[in-house]
């Protein structure tokens, strides 16, 4: 007598927990309305979907008065609904996506077997870019030009570069400070040497002048010793 409430009491729960289950499952996904939880027993249908033997199924709304996709565009059906994709760069109109799926191709690219395919105009038999010096350089539906290796455009033409001259060095110009009062010295040297023989000669004006260039000679030269001298004992007792 125990065993048999035993019994009916774990077959009340079993029921009381199905239909808990039930209750808090719903119904199917598809379905507003529903007799019971399965999928084939479906009374009414969610929008984007329509009832077929007590199931709801998914309305293709590609191809019907409901795909309002623009004409550059085309229709995708999804589950319960659709979406609006944009057609293939080379497409100009299409019935669906990659560019075997054109109406019509894009201006530079041409039809080739079943896609529309990029047109390289640089190997066309008519020559792309019209100067001697240009480039064609294909992209993708279109091309450009640019000038070679060397070459700038100017006013649409591309022009040789003009590449500034290196300009000679004059023969003294890497000449050193040293140097120069080396030669500075030689000059005064050769022209005393001058001097000293016209004078030799007994002609007063060369003896004059050579006195002369002689005593300027002496005076820069003990001079330019005399300032180095003073700087070095200068430097000196500053280090002492």
Not at 47 to 67: R, S, Y
Request: proline share 2%.
């Amino acid at each position: 007598m125990g065993v048999s409430r035993l019994h009916r009491s774990l077959l009340q729960c079993a029921l009381l927990w199905g239909l808990l289950a039930v209750l808090v499952r719903g119904c199917p996904d598809a379905c507003s309305k529903c007799s019971r939880q399965e999928k084939d027993q479906c009374e009414e249908c969610r929008a984007g979907w329509t009832l077929h033997n007590k199931t709801c199924v998914d309305i293709d709304e590609c191809g019907t008065e409901l795909d309002n996709c623009s004409p550059n565009g085309y229709c995708f059906n999804t589950e319960g609904s659709f979406e609006c994709r944009g057609c293939d760069v080379a497409c100009v109109g299409c019935m669906g996506g990659g560019p075997a799926r054109c109406r019509k191709c894009a201006s530079g690219y041409r039809l080739t077997g079943s896609k529309c395919l990029d047109i390289d105009e640089c190997s066309d038999w008519v020559l792309a870019c019209h100067g001697l010096d240009d480039i064609c350089i294909n992209t993708e539906g279109s091309f450009h030009c640019d000038c070679a290796e060397g070459f700038i455009r100017k006013n649409s033409v591309c022009v040789r570069k003009r590449v500034p001259s290196v300009q000679e060095k004059g023969l003294f110009e890497d000449i050193q400070d040293d140097e120069v009062e080396v030669l500075q010295q030689m000059v005064f040297g050769v022209v005393l040497c001058a001097l000293a023989t016209l004078a030799a000669k007994g002609d007063l004006v060369y003896t004059s002048v050579f006195i002369g260039a002689a005593a300027a000679m002496a005076g820069y030269w003990l001079s330019d010793r005399g300032d180095r001298l003073i700087d070095s004992f200068l430097k000196g007792h500053k280090d002492s």
